[in-house]
């Protein structure tokens, strides 16, 4: 990554609440928080947005949205952190999350695994999408406000995936993940 991010010592403001998040949860600062802390409006906004998102659908959907689309898009930053906040959100277990990665969603339900497959075509071909892709959501029960929320997080997990993607953002190892299943998920963003 050649931009230069704020340093620790020095962070103010919403910059400083981020740094101090991540050393609380995980003892660093990771990369990604790095990168995003030098426009910290905008991360600010990406976090409103996903504050605003979740409690239409809930934990176990955002996330299942969210590695969907991180899985679609290969992003090994998203896969781990997310893999993570599903172990702690007791969405997935470590077997469930290696097989997610593998490709196998049966560790969610038949209604999320509807969110992973809309989640993967968002972040493929949004372009090919029709009303029939809304429907299969509909059709495994979801409302319009969780359909467009449901919509919403797996665009913002495109955005902030492939900014960080972009970016050359380093990924770092993740504390609190399984190393097997570690591996699994960056294998899964190959």
């Known amino acids: 990554m050649i931009i230069s991010t704020p340093p620790t010592e020095t962070a103010e403001g919403h910059t400083a609440d981020m740094y101090a998040e991540d050393i609380a949860d995980a003892g660093f600062v990771f990369s990604y928080t790095r990168a995003m802390a030098v426009n910290p409006a905008a991360h600010e906004a990406f976090m409103a947005l996903i504050r605003a998102i979740v409690p239409s659908i809930g934990v176990r959907v955002y996330e299942a949205t969210t590695l969907g ?43 999320e695994q509807a969110v992973i497959r809309y989640a993967e075509a968002l972040s493929t071909d949004p372009r090919a999408m029709t009303d029939t892709d809304t429907q299969r959501l509909r059709d495994a029960g979801y409302d319009d406000r969780q359909i467009v929320d449901i919509t919403l997080a797996a665009a913002a997990r495109n955005y902030f995936s492939r900014s960080l993607l ?25």
């Open 69 to 111: 689309a991180a899985r679609a898009i290969g992003s090994p930053h998203c896969l781990l952190a997310h893999g993570r906040k599903s172990l702690r959100a007791e969405v997935l277990n470590d077997d469930g999350l290696s097989a997610f990665a593998r490709g196998d969603d049966s560790g969610f339900t038949p209604a």
């Open 166 to 190: 972009a970016l050359a953002v380093p990924t770092d190892e993740v504390p609190g993940l399984d190393p097997a299943t570690a591996a699994s998920l960056l294998a899964a963003a190959e």
